[in-house]
Each structure stands twice: as C-alpha cells, then as structure tokens.
C-alpha cells in the first residue's frame, strides 16, 4: 500500500456529469488496485475547504464539461499549490475551445477541416437564413454542426442537406452560446491518446473507431456493443506513424502536459485531419484512453499510477 | 477494464450476439444522461414522481420497525409464501374498501411494488404484437413494460374527463378490424400520471361496458387515488366489475416507496397464475418489507398519515399553478384535484426534449412528453412533478422553466422553421 492520497473529483453540475461519475469511479478502482488510497469527490461549495484542509497529494480530476476541462479548476488548484494529474489552466483554456484550438494547430501546419464558429447573436443580427445559406454554400454538405465547447458528442449533429441544418443549430446552442460548423470530412475516425510519464509526450497505438449506426454519437460511445474499436487502427504503418506525430505536435503546441486525447480522420487519400483535443479524456469502461494504455501491454493501474507520481513531483 | 482482444478488436460487448431480441432497444440515452443532475442540490427537480416522505411520521416507522423485530423476526428474516402475507393481504382490503371494493384476501397478492404486479400481468397476458390500449398519454413506466414485451401501444383520445369512451370503441374496432389482437387496456383512472386527470363516474362505466363487449382485460391502476385535495374520486372501477379488471395498489404514494410493496387484486384464474409467475420470478416479496407495512398499519393512524399528505400536495398543487400562471403564461396546464403531476402543453414550435440541455444549465430538471408516447408524440408537452420539491422550490423551478422556455422561443424565432 503506497502513502499517496489522491483526490479524484467527478460529477460536477454539466451535461456530462454521469459520464464524468463513471470516469472516476474507474480511475479509483485502478488507483486503490495501485495501493493508493483514493477518495472520489463532487466539486461543490465545500470542496475548497477540503482541499485546504486535507491537501491530498494528488488531484486527478475527471470532469466533465466546463468547470474542469475550461481550465478554472487548474487554475485554483494551481494557486493553491496542489499537484493535479493533468494539464495546466492555460493548456486546458486552448483545448477546452474547439475553433482557438483549430487555429493554434493549425499554425502547426497540421489540416483541420474548414469551419465557421459563431455566437448565438452573430445569426440574430446577421439574419440566420442568409448565414446559414452562405455557410451551408461555402463549405457544402455533409457538415458538422457542434457546440464550441462540450464533448461526448452531446448536440453534435452530421447534417446532410440545407433543410436539417436549422434544427442541428437549435439542437447545439442548447449546449453552449457558441456552435461551430465544419466541413465533413469522410473518412477513418481516429483516437491518438498521448502520455508523457517524464520523458515527453509519446503517442499510444490509435484506436481507429467504427460505430454500428455510422455515427459516433452518444449511445454509441457508451453503450457496450454499439461500435467495433480496433487498436491498433487498420491503417498504413505509414499513416500510423504520421498519426502518431500529429497527435503529439496538437499535445504540444496546445501546452498539454501529461495525457490528452486527439482526435483525428484520415480522408480516403491518406491525408489526416484534426478535430479535436481533450485535456479530460473519458475514463469509462468504453473509452479511448484505457483503450491505447491496455494495447500497449501496460496495465491501468500501473499507468495511472506513473501519472499521479509524475503529478507529484512536478 | 477488459484487455482488447488478441485479434484488435472488441465492442465490449462479448455477448452481443446472444441478446434476446427484446433487449436490441436497451442503450444508454443522451437524455437519460441528463437526468443525472437531479442529485445534485442546485438543482430543482421536478422530474421524478417522487412522494415528498420528509411528512412521514418516522417515529411511528421506527416503531414498526422495533416492534417487527421483537415480534415477528424469525418470520420477518425468512422467505414467505408467493402470494405475499397474509396478515397485510387482511389489511389491504380495509385500504381497498376505501375506493369501494369489496374482495376475498384471496384474490390478492403482493408484488414488489405495483410495478413488478404490472409486469407480471403483462407478462402472462402479452405476445410480441399484442395490443395494449393505454390513455394518451400514459404513465412511462407502464409503456416501458409494453414495449419490453414487444406489444403495439395504442393510444386512446383522452381529454380533462379522462379517456374518450367513444374514441376507446372507435380505435378498439379499427384495430380489430385490422386484425390486430387487443388483449388489454391499461389506465390510472385517478389523478393520472402524467396528465393528472381523473376519469369521471358516467366514462367509467362506458369504459367497463365496451370492453366487456369486446373481451379487453383492464388493468386499473391506481397509486393516487387517496390522494385528493377536495372531493373523493368516483370509486374504483374494479369496485364495479369483478370479473374484467385487474386492480393494481401500491404503499409508495401513501407510506413509502423505498419498501417496494404493490399488490394486484385479480380474478380467480388470473390471481392462480399470478401467484406461480411471482414465485417463479422471484420466489416471494420481500417478507421484511411486507411485515414492516403491516407493523406499521397496526400501530399507525395511517389515514390521519394520508391526510397529511393530502394537505401538503395541495399546498404545492397551489404553487405550482400560481407559478405556471404568473412565469409560464403562454402554457396552457391541466389543473389536477389529487395526486402528484401538471400535465403542461407549450406553445407550438417548442419542443421539450430539445430543451433539457437548456434546463441542465438553468439547474432546473422535468419530464419530456415523449417519455409518455409510445409513438412519437408529446414533444411539446412536459410534466411538472410537483410532491417532492418544497413549495418554494416548485415555484422556483418553475421560474426557472421559463427561462429555459424563453431561451428555446429566442433560437426558434433566430433560425425560423426548421426541419
């Protein structure tokens, strides 16, 4: 049994709240099979208190959804001085907002699919008909209609032609203030996890991810049996590798530390495009990152446990 | 976590191939998901048709519960018979005699719940395809079993007097015409849940008339029936008819549901089968929970307890539709004389399960329409549960329904017609 108390919040109030309960209950199991004593927490008014009070050695948070993937939750804890399993706030900020993190990355000579973000009050002043008109026209369809912010595919929409794209707006504004549309790219879906245990960031093996339903939505990432994961993903060894650069390069040039997912399409030519970042990847039973760590060979409470030392010391 | 397969792949799901197929439309939902916020306390819920059990008197519970394990423990900690206790079956009739029914201890039997009595009598009546004729809408709970079964739900026109007797024969004729099977129809005649509506006296008999005539079993439920703010509802139909309704009772709106004590009241024949698919599914109810209700029944002025209840749903009945009418004024509301629920309809373009992201971030939580359709419709409805929240909290939670409503009406009137 190690000395190491480590803190996992989970929970929160946020769209993503249950899938964010099963996260952490996931990472604690792995932990406690680790010999660290771990304590799952809701972050609510008393958390503060607590945390000056009993000074976990480590944090590891798994929420979901603003609070903890915006960076404010880093922030705190940072001004406090408690070491977090993670990305810092300034990393998370970046990530967190999907159309900043496409332009960052996009510095990086990395592709990203051509998109459009815009406020709720952008289409209520411009007229939304003639913006959606000029959008739908400019980048054609297939598109992909997602708030900015958020994750677990929650509001995100595939829309096919010009009369779906009204509803898919309406259904993604319910999430976030700010919807970003993008061209659809077809293609392999990929999910690069990358770890750095303090030797700088590797990419783990990709799980390349093929729904039943041809969408990986919500259902379809958490329901067992849904969608087929393959690791590591049925492309090229070239592909792979490239895969694998990009995957770092976005950790890196978004200030990432620790573990991030990327999310990534390889297009029918070969050509890999980004999507997304996630400084707080899904711990669940279905999700991307315990995936790639168990198809390295290693285990997860080995793993995660190299993650809250690492925390630590840093 | 389990170890991806040697080959490269896995759905986690090894046994994916080996589902029965009425499990094919079991999946996680996005809007199941949501609900997970109700347990946190910013957030008001007025989601789940929860009693407000804060009004129960605990002492006398704790009572009940000393006295069981003084007096009846060795019986209380072992397995009872299939039909339930024959002591509580005693006492229900006394509860049952209070909605006009007269009925042998025999033909009762307890269930873990009137849920579990549901799904037994569905169970033992319906074939994948058979119809259940149910009001519109119908409880969720109820069209959970019905499509677990596989069985076609349909329907019935119901208004504020409850199920239509008129639109009850006309879609009984149709189907039949149409070779369907109707084997049942299902209904909470008090207080329904979700719309809160009552069957009138003169529909009852309709009711029981045309499906005599036509040889449909009903299965009257009836959770709320004690649960009045004013006038006493017309007595139970199975008050009237003995041989064509299966009555369904339950301890969770009158004492608590966290016991899981239900019971059904059937014909003979039915109750014989009845009593065989409780012990082959479960062996017995519960002989702890039952014995504690029983215990408390005898030492309790459980209908004093009633009372009690009934004053504090009314208060928050009251609150709920002041709040309605003073922050929801384009909502047009049923206005319930007993029970738990208001049955809202918004105005149209609205749709209530497109708006529960919305509600999420205004810490607020209810119950979209759809979940009381088995085909589709209810989007512009939504049920307020208004016995579990503090009054106060009714009326904020409704205050801060409008809020949800006023952000959906901006992006409807920003993006016009949609698809």
Same mark, same amino acid.
């Given at each position: 049994m190690s000395d190491l108390r480590?803190?996992?919040?989970?929970?929160?109030?946020?769209? @993503?709240?249950?899938?964010? %309960?099963?996260?952490? &209950?996931?990472?604690?199991?792995?932990? $406690?099979?680790? /010999?660290?004593?771990? #304590?799952?927490?809701?972050?609510?008014? @008393?958390?503060?208190?607590? %945390?000056?009070?009993? &000074?976990?050695?480590?944090?590891?948070? $798994?929420?979901? /959804?603003?609070?903890? #993937?915006?960076?404010?939750?880093?922030?705190?804890?940072?001004?406090a001085g408690i070491a977090f399993v993670g990305s810092g706030s300034a990393g998370a900020r970046l990530a967190w907002d999907k159309p900043v993190a496409k332009v960052l990355v996009a510095r990086q000579d990395i592709k990203t699919p051509e998109s459009i973000a815009l406020p709720k009050s952008s289409f209520r002043e411009l007229n939304a008909e003639s913006v959606l008109a000029m959008v739908g026209t400019e980048l054609g369809f297939p598109l992909v209609v997602k708030p900015a912010k958020g994750g677990s595919a929650q509001g995100c929409a595939k829309v096919s032609e010009p009369k779906s794209f009204a509803k898919a707006m309406v259904d993604a504004f319910a999430y976030c203030d700010q919807v970003m549309i993008e061209r659809f790219i077809v293609g392999t879906e990929l999910a690069v996890s990358v770890i750095d245990l303090g030797d700088g960031p590797i990419a783990l093996p990709a799980v390349e991810i093929v729904p039943d339903s041809g969408e990986f939505g919500y259902s379809e990432r958490y329901t067992p049996g849904q969608t087929n994961y393959y690791v590591p993903a049925r492309l090229d060894d070239e592909v792979l590798t490239e895969a694998a650069r990009i995957a770092v390069a976005v950790h890196s040039s978004l200030g990432l530390t620790q573990l991030s997912r990327v999310d990534l399409i390889v297009d029918e030519s070969g050509e890999i495009w980004f999507l997304e970042a996630n400084v707080t990847p899904g711990m669940t039973e279905t999700s991307l990152f315990p995936q790639a760590v168990l198809a390295t060979e290693a285990t997860l409470p080995k793993t995660y446990l190299a993650l809250v030392k690492l925390a630590q010391k840093s | 976590m389990t170890k991806t397969r040697a080959d490269g792949v896995t759905n986690f799901d090894a046994w994916k191939h080996s589902y029965a197929a009425r499990a094919e439309n079991l999946s996680v939902s996005e809007v199941r998901a949501l609900?997970?916020?109700?347990?946190?306390?910013?957030?008001?819920?007025?989601?789940?048709?929860?009693?407000?059990?804060?009004?129960?008197?605990?002492?006398?519970?704790?009572?009940?519960?000393?006295?069981?394990?003084?007096?009846?423990?060795?019986?209380?900690?072992?397995?009872?018979?299939?039909?339930?206790?024959?002591?509580?079956?005693?006492?229900?009739?006394?509860?049952?005699?209070?909605?006009?029914?007269?009925?042998?201890?025999?033909?009762?039997?307890?269930?873990?719940?009137?849920?579990?009595?549901?799904?037994?009598?569905?169970?033992?009546?319906?074939?994948?395809?058979?119809?259940?004729?149910?009001?519109?809408?119908?409880?969720?709970?109820?069209?959970?079993?019905?499509?677990?079964?596989?069985?076609?739900?349909?329907?019935?026109?119901?208004?504020?007097?409850?199920?239509?007797?008129?639109?009850?024969?006309?879609?009984?004729?149709?189907?039949?015409?149409?070779?369907?099977?109707?084997?049942?129809?299902?209904?909470?005649?008090?207080?329904?849940?979700?719309?809160?509506?009552?069957?009138?006296?003169?529909?009852?008999?309709?009711?029981?008339?045309?499906?005599?005539?036509?040889?449909?079993?009903?299965?009257?439920?009836?959770?709320?029936?004690?649960?009045?703010?004013?006038?006493?509802?017309?007595?139970?139909?199975?008050?009237?008819?003995?041989?064509?309704?299966?009555?369904?009772?339950?301890?969770?709106?009158?004492?608590?549901?966290?016991?899981?004590?239900?019971?059904?009241?059937?014909?003979?024949?039915?109750?014989?089968?009845l009593v065989l698919a409780n012990e082959s599914a479960i062996l017995s109810p519960a002989s702890f929970a039952q014995m504690l209700v029983s215990e408390y029944l005898s030492i309790a002025d459980w209908q004093k307890q009633i009372g009690t209840f009934r004053d504090l749903y009314q208060t928050k009945r009251d609150a709920a539709l002041q709040a309605v009418e003073q922050f929801l004024p384009k909502v047009h509301t049923t206005r319930p004389?007993?029970?738990?629920?208001?049955?809202?309809?918004?105005?149209?373009?609205?749709?209530?399960k497109e708006m529960l992201p919305l509600a999420v971030t205004e810490l607020v939580a209810y119950t979209p329409g759809t979940a009381f359709f088995g085909d589709g419709r209810g989007a512009d409805n939504i049920r307020i549960c208004f016995s579990h929240p503090t009054a106060d909290n009714v009326r904020v939670g409704i205050e801060r329904l409008s809020r949800v409503l006023n952000q959906q009406i901006d992006l409807l009137e920003t993006f016009g017609k949609r698809d």
């Open positions: 480590v803190l996992i919040l989970a929970g929160g109030i946020s769209h @993503e709240r249950d899938v964010s %309960l099963k996260s952490g &209950r996931r990472v604690a199991d792995a932990l $406690t099979d680790a /010999g660290v004593s771990t #304590e799952i927490r809701e972050p609510d008014g @008393e958390l503060v208190g607590h %945390l000056m009070a009993t &000074r976990p050695d480590v944090v590891w948070s $798994t929420l979901h /959804g603003a609070v903890g #993937e915006d960076g404010s939750l880093q922030n705190l804890l940072q001004l | 609900f997970a916020v109700v347990s946190r306390p910013e957030v008001v819920s007025l989601a789940g048709g929860m009693p407000d059990v804060a009004a129960l008197d605990t002492e006398l519970i704790e009572k009940a519960f000393a006295s069981l394990m003084s007096n009846r423990k060795d019986l209380a900690l072992q397995y009872g018979g299939g039909q339930g206790d024959l002591r509580l079956r005693e006492q229900i009739q006394e509860i049952m005699a209070l909605e006009g029914i007269h009925s042998s201890v025999e033909d009762i039997t307890i269930t873990t719940g009137s849920q579990h009595g549901l799904e037994l009598v569905s169970d033992l009546f319906l074939d994948k395809g058979d119809v259940v004729l149910v009001e519109a809408p119908s409880y969720v709970g109820a069209v959970g079993i019905f499509r677990h079964k596989e069985a076609h739900i349909a329907h019935v026109y119901t208004d504020e007097h409850g199920i239509s007797p008129q639109a009850l024969a006309e879609t009984a004729d149709r189907l039949t015409a149409e070779g369907k099977r109707i084997k049942l129809l299902y209904l909470v005649p008090n207080f329904a849940n979700p719309s809160g509506v009552t069957l009138t006296a003169d529909r009852r008999l309709e009711v029981l008339e045309i499906c005599k005539q036509r040889g449909i079993l009903i299965v009257e439920d009836n959770p709320y029936g004690q649960l009045y703010f004013g006038e006493k509802p017309p007595n139970a139909m199975r008050s009237l008819d003995e041989q064509n309704v299966v009555y369904l009772g339950s301890f969770s709106k009158i004492l608590s549901p966290g016991l899981r004590v239900g019971y059904v009241l059937a014909p003979p024949a039915i109750r014989e089968k004389d007993g029970g738990f629920f208001l049955w809202l309809t918004l105005p149209e373009g609205l749709n209530s």
